[in-house]
């Protein structure tokens, strides 16, 4: 099973209605994204975007996890190959993310357990951000032998900032919901049983709002981060593209898809063993 993404209308509660859930559902991958995943993130987000009843969105994971990265089991069919490599992350896991930070509807994510890689990226896309206080927050894709993609690693570093970013990608450091409390990535910790409830009161606060004028902040917010923040998508556009921190080197940042330690990262993974790079 290749996982989906859920969406469904939440009742109105108090004469409060316009509150959407989405949910990643991946069983027995904690919520992995996969390839089908990223497009369908991409097609829910374009939709919410054009849909005037929309007043506020609730990401949440399906079961104890919000997202426990990519789904490495699809890994080696494309990921060796350059090509296919940018293609993912050009089109299919940027196309999810661009979609999330062009909808000018509020979103609140509500944060279980895992929340890695792939899951703090889709964090770093949303609004209100909330967490249980079992949570866990990295991207430990080091041991897997490969870097994040630039555009990715400007998304979380702006939200996580860039210490902590740092440490997630250069030590494999992992953090709780309280330290990144600590660091202004989430808005509140809450117990984790209850997590839901206070998810889903926070998007039913935004929704009983004028909802014009939170789709107005959204885009006000969104030209105050300047030009990075408008960053589009499309193959080639990644190169001497300019960044907060300078321009991106005309190198293409996907040619370590053939390499060794590329390979070997995920082929350890995969077998269960440690890898030897």
Not at 52 to 72: T, W
Not at 102 to 129: F, H, K, L, T
Request: with cysteine; charged share 20%; glycine share 10%.
């Amino acid at each position: 099973m290749a996982g989906d993404i859920g969406v469904e209308r939440v009742d109105a509660a108090d004469g409060v209605a316009g509150v959407v859930r989405v949910v990643l559902h991946h069983p027995g991958r904690l919520n992995a994204m996969s390839r089908a995943m990223w497009r369908q993130l991409r097609s829910v987000f374009e939709q919410l975007q054009g849909d005037p009843s929309a007043r506020c969105v609730l990401i949440q994971g399906e079961g104890d996890a919000f997202c426990a990265g990519g789904d490495i089991s699809e890994y080696p069919a494309f990921r060796f190959d350059r090509e296919a490599l940018r293609d993912f992350h050009e089109t299919d896991v940027w196309g999810g993310l661009a979609a999330m930070l062009a909808c000018d509807v509020p979103i609140v994510a509500g944060i279980r357990g895992a929340c890695m890689g792939a899951g703090v990226e889709i964090a770093s896309c949303c609004d209100v951000r909330i967490a249980g206080a079992g949570a866990r927050f990295g991207a430990p894709i080091a041991r897997l032998g490969f870097p994040m993609a630039p555009r990715e690693a400007q998304l979380v570093a702006g939200a996580v900032g860039e210490l902590i970013a740092r440490q997630m990608l250069l030590e494999a450091a992992t953090f709780g919901a309280e330290a990144m409390a600590a660091q202004g990535f989430l808005n509140r910790v809450v117990a984790d049983e209850a997590l839901a409830a206070e998810a889903l009161a926070s998007a039913r606060r935004i929704a009983a709002l004028a909802p014009a004028a939170a789709r107005m902040n959204k885009q006000t917010l969104r030209a105050l981060k300047g030009p990075a923040a408008h960053i589009p998508l499309g193959h080639d556009a990644i190169k001497n593209v300019a960044f907060d921190s300078g321009v991106l080197a005309e190198s293409d940042p996907y040619a370590y898809a053939d390499s060794p330690e590329h390979r070997e990262g995920i082929t350890a993974f995969l077998a269960k063993r440690p890898p030897v790079f």
